[in-house]
């Protein structure tokens, strides 16, 4: 990572990563150093705080770890590395461990664990830093390993015993780093477990596997209970999470992927093949981490012969027979158009990253080649010559798989990361020192958290930039998409400069923080207009000319911390909820649904989908029926104009149209018509309920893959009395 001599001693004054997921990252364990969890801070997301439970990270080993090493060592940067750092020896380890218990020789359990714990995997995988903790697949398939040979993984009678309850034990730690982890560890136990079984005649492999796989699910479900808790209590969250089932084979595993050299191989011919499938070939994501090295692509090649072999009749070596069908089995299930879309159909398709599952692959595919050459160095050789070749073999083998696998240094990127890192540290110290103690400052442009395009060159998650460096200010940047901060947050960054002004200082905010990365002009016209409200003022600018900042001349009193979303929209003068902001309009001009706001006598609407240009759809997964409900009750007798359209099932169907006590039944077609309700109610209401009769996705219908579940679609609304 940091090349000779400099790699001797770790150096945690830089984190290895600085941009996009790896900002993102630090910013996790910085949150994990100020509080007691990753779950809420106050200084993100100011002043509606910064609250995690919306986007679960099921990863509580892995948080754990981190927030230990922060708390240790004093900073987020220092965490970052030392946490991908003893991911090797640990990893190596467990190896090891398991290659000796399936009967590799020292030399070769020692060079096959090296070359597992430094598969490109290894190193491209830091932007999604959990995973680089895979000690936790050669435990998996320990017990396949046993299941699969019919070995007791508990006393002959299944009785408690501290066998048991370390097997169970063990299982329920491995839940603690990450559900796809856990979820391909399921899915090695199953099949270890169904071939064990028939393997063994023996239906004690079978109950013993799901008992195993039950108790995995236990562990993963008690990680994700907050997340759920959280959601159960607070309403759904559509924006925060988003998956799609085409994703599943958008992310999927390719066997080429796997044989092809890593993309930043030493050998410049290699990088070419590989650059030019990515420019060349359809669906290159991050799926190309999912590289062998020469030797791993290898030993799957060798797995797949060794199927064709055993089915022509031919006995194979019960260890080779393991890894070959546990390896096959994950390889057909995650590769795209495989066993993976009919989990997103028919399961679910928040799990998207299949390609994942290459690291597990690589594992047998590497102790597979070792276990091939070590049978054959003792079937053709006699003992003696074999103990001679063992080492050379290893040594040879495993200083070439390392020059294989691994990349040179990145001085050059390090040294950008070190000189970015310097600059962002000046310039948020200069910011804490130009302005009060606890201030709050308003970050531009507005963007979403998480998992957002980058905006021009802005990475996603970079603005978190501000809270790593600071210790005291509070940063607007950083509340969950799809709750009232990020409703708020956007619906303001829409409003004219002059307004945006207003408002943040009604809310006390000391400051605007410019990142000029996420502008098309880098800023200048932001600044520009700044500069024609405050003049010329107090700025400041970072080293790199990445940053600025201008000190508001007014300040209020900041709020106090806890304060509800209620108070803060009041002071402030700017209301936003789930509707979004409201515009002045009269019932006789209506709703527009083309637009993404509706007008000031609207409390709420349900039961709708986003806007569209041509206007909303009903989405029956927020509510079977639309509930529009107004501030004020609507007048006892009005003409009700309808400008809409029915999808799929519905054309031709009765439509119920409810105001209070008045009920009538319309019929919309495919195409946009309008139709007249004439409502008269004895008693006054305060709310429409339109309910179409048969909701049903596009996907059911074998359109596309839009799983909502649509009606009707509204264009607009108007009420005119008589």
């Not at 000796?100 to 096959?112: D, E, K, P, Q, Y």
């Not at 799983?707 to 009395?721: A, C, D, N, Q, Y």
Request: proline share 5%; aromatic share 14%.
């Amino acid at each position: 990572m940091t090349g000779w001599p400099l790699g001797i001693l770790p150096d945690v004054r830089y984190p290895y990563l600085y941009k996009g997921e790896g900002v993102a990252v630090l910013a996790l364990i910085q949150r994990m150093m100020e509080g007691a969890w990753i779950f809420f801070n106050n200084r993100i997301g100011f002043p509606f705080g910064g609250n995690s439970l919306d986007f679960p990270i099921p990863d509580t080993g892995s948080l754990f770890i981190l927030k230990t090493l922060g708390r240790l060592l004093g900073s987020s940067q220092a965490a970052m590395n030392l946490f991908f750092l003893i991911s090797f020896p640990v990893t190596f380890v467990c190896s090891y461990v398991f290659l000796r218990i399936v009967g590799l020789c020292r030399s070769f359990a020692t060079a096959a664990g090296f070359l597992f714990v430094f598969l490109p995997f290894h190193f491209q995988r830091i932007v999604h830093l959990f995973y680089t903790w895979y000690f936790v697949i050669p435990i998996y398939f320990y017990f396949g390993f046993y299941l699969f040979c019919g070995r007791k993984l508990c006393s002959q009678r299944v009785k408690f015993s501290f066998k048991t309850l370390g097997n169970a034990v063990v299982l329920l730690i491995l839940t603690l780093f990450g559900v796809y982890y856990s979820f391909f560890g399921c899915l090695i136990l199953f099949v270890s477990a169904v071939a064990g079984a028939i393997a063994n005649k023996s239906r004690r492999c079978l109950i013993l596997g799901f008992v195993a796989i039950a108790i995995i699910f236990l562990g993963v479900l008690a990680n994700v209970t907050p997340f759920l808790l959280h959601r159960f209590a607070a309403g759904d969250n559509v924006e925060a999470v988003q998956r799609t089932v085409g994703e599943s084979e958008i992310y999927g595993l390719k066997l080429v992927q796997m044989l092809l050299p890593h993309s930043e191989h030493r050998v410049g011919c290699l990088n070419k093949i590989t650059k030019n499938y990515r420019i060349g070939f359809p669906l290159v994501n991050e799926n190309e981490m999912a590289a062998l090295g020469v030797f791993g692509a290898i030993g799957f090649l060798s797995l797949l012969c060794l199927a064709f072999v055993s089915i022509c009749g031919v006995p194979v070596d019960s260890r080779l027979a393991f890894f070959s069908i546990t390896s096959i089995c994950l390889f057909f299930l995650a590769t795209i158009g495989g066993g993976a879309s009919l989990f997103a159909m028919v399961v679910s398709p928040l799990l998207r990253g299949w390609n994942r599952v290459s690291v597990f692959i690589g594992f047998g595919a590497i102790a597979s080649l070792f276990l091939i050459i070590q049978l054959s160095l003792n079937r053709f050789f006699e003992e003696k010559q074999v103990k001679k070749m063992i080492l050379p073999i290893a040594i040879g083998l495993c200083a070439l798989g390392l020059w294989d696998q691994t990349r040179p240094a990145p001085i050059l990127a390090n040294d950008l990361i070190r000189k970015s890192f310097e600059s962002d540290s000046s310039f948020i110290k200069s910011i804490e020192m130009m302005v009060p103690p606890n201030s709050a400052i308003y970050q531009l442009p507005y963007m979403a958290s998480p998992e957002v395009p980058d905006m021009n060159q802005l990475n996603s998650f970079d603005l978190f930039i501000g809270f790593l460096h600071s210790k005291q200010l509070h940063w607007s940047y950083g509340g969950i998409k799809g709750r009232v901060g990020d409703l708020f947050f956007r619906a303001l960054a829409q409003q004219p400069m002059r307004k945006q002004v207003e408002v943040i200082t009604r809310l006390g905010f000391a400051g605007i923080y410019i990142d000029r990365r996420g502008f098309a002009d880098h800023g200048r016209g932001l600044e520009e207009q700044l500069r024609e409200i405050f003049g010329e003022g107090s700025q400041l600018q970072s080293v790199d000319g990445n940053l600025a900042f201008i000190k508001l001349p007014h300040l209020e009193k900041p709020l106090a911390e806890g304060v509800s979303p209620q108070e803060v929209m009041r002071r402030a003068g700017f209301w936003v909820d789930f509707n979004g902001k409201r515009y002045p309009a009269s019932l006789a001009e209506g709703i527009d649904f083309r637009q993404k706001s509706f007008p000031a006598y609207v409390k709420e609407v349900k039961g709708m989908s986003d806007a569209e240009p041509w206007g909303c759809w009903s989405d029956a997964d927020r509510g079977e029926s639309v509930e529009i409900i107004f501030f004020k009750p609507l007048p006892p007798v009005f003409i009700l104009k309808l400008r809409a359209r029915a999808f799929g099932p519905n054309a031709g169907a009765t439509v119920k149209v409810q105001v209070g006590d008045f009920v009538e039944n319309v019929i919309l077609q495919e195409g946009f018509e309008e139709k007249q309700v004439s409502v008269a109610t004895k008693k006054l209401a305060s709310k429409i309920k339109i309910s179409p009769p048969f909701p049903q996705s596009p996907l059911a219908l074998g359109m596309n893959y839009d799983r909502r579940r649509l009606g009707i679609g509204l264009e607009r609304i108007r009420i005119e009395e008589p």
